[in-house]
């Protein structure tokens, strides 16, 4: 699809926060298009957690029953592509996508979530979204009073301890090799009962995506039924980077209070450009984000008496 009409805002990133945006635009009256590769980084799960009238729905069923409700919005549009190049400045911006199509908006709304670097664990993919995970907001509940592992080091593993400890006492930290946990935390832990081996991992035992035990490279295995880990996670696209966008040591777009970026029409909103990952606080970013740039359009409008 090449547009012919300046657009007024290009979504890029069809998640609950770009839908959430294209829903309150299309209500604004706004000329919008979503671009989406259709990606999800939350594809492995089966189940969505924790989204009011939407818990436990599939992240399909949720993108699709979305997209039917903002189809009621005609000034919305949708296209599944991949945005890979992006040119032009506040007021008018050409995306070039993966099928060759150009596309012009006044601004651009980055919603393109996050991704996991590859999981070095062997197992770990194979139990990742159905035994494994990596936020007990989202997936706690359903491993409540179960034994579990936790793979993390140092600071993430103290932050773990105590949040997991909410839904089970039963668990277990593996450092995965060396860490700089100090004596103080180790005793902190012992404290507390908890475990925690050093040796590297040597792979997951697991039956149909549900995790038996934790296989040690210096020969134990801990039984257990879940898993939380820290991944390692860089941002869904390097287009905000390439257009210079500001970026946190995390690999997150910087925003300020309304989602603008450091470069003037360019927005950013869910987990790209928070700390926050979850499906709601992505959607209610979406929504509070383009809110803030029809409100900039609406002004900009105005003062050029339009
Ligand atoms: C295993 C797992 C389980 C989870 N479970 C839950 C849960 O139970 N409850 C909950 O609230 N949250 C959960 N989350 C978190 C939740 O999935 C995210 O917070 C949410 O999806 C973020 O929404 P988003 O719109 O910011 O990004 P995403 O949903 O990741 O959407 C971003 C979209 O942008 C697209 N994209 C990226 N770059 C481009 C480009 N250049 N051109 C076109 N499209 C592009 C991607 O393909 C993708 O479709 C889970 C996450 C994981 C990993």
């Given at each position: 699809m090449t547009t012919k009409q300046l657009l007024d805002v290009a979504i890029i990133g069809g998640g609950p926060a770009g839908l959430n945006a294209a829903l309150v635009l299309g209500r604004a009256r706004k000329h919008v298009i979503v671009i989406d590769e259709g990606r999800p980084r939350n594809a492995v799960t089966h189940a969505t957690h924790g989204?009011?009238?939407?818990?436990?729905?599939s992240p399909g069923d949720f993108r699709q029953i979305a997209r039917e409700e903002i189809?009621?919005?005609?000034?919305v549009s949708f296209t599944q592509d991949t945005a890979v190049a992006i040119t032009g400045s506040d007021g008018y911006f050409i995306i070039k996508t993966a099928q060759g199509n150009s596309i012009s908006s006044k601004k651009v709304l980055f919603a393109v979530g996050m991704k996991d670097r590859p999981l070095d664990i062997p197992g770990l993919v194979e139990v990742y979204g159905k035994s494994a995970f990596v936020c007990p907001y989202c997936d706690g509940w359903e491993l409540r009073d179960q034994p579990l592992v936790i793979i993390a080091k140092g600071a993430d593993a103290m932050h773990l301890a105590p949040l997991i400890s909410g839904w089970t006492s039963q668990f277990t930290i593996c450092t995965?090799?060396?860490?700089?946990?100090?004596e103080a935390q180790r005793e902190e832990l012992q404290r507390h009962h908890v475990p925690v081996f050093d040796s590297p991992i040597r792979f997951i035992d697991a039956s149909e995506g549900i995790v038996r035990q934790v296989v040690l490279e210096d020969g134990a295995a801990i039984p257990c039924r879940g898993i939380f880990f820290k991944p390692t996670l860089v941002t869904g696209s390097d287009l905000p980077q390439a257009m210079g966008c500001s970026m946190t040591e995390m690999g997150a777009v910087v925003v300020d209070?309304?989602?603008?970026?450091?470069?003037?029409?360019v927005y950013s909103a869910g987990d790209a450009a928070s700390r926050l990952h979850q499906a709601v606080a992505a959607a209610s970013m979406g929504a509070l984000v383009a809110a803030a740039m029809n409100n900039e359009m609406n002004l900009e409008a105005w003062r050029r008496n339009e």
């Open positions: 989204f009011l009238t939407r818990d436990g729905i189809s009621r919005y005609p000034s995965n090799g060396p860490d700089e946990l100090t209070d309304f989602g603008k970026t450091s470069v003037p029409g």
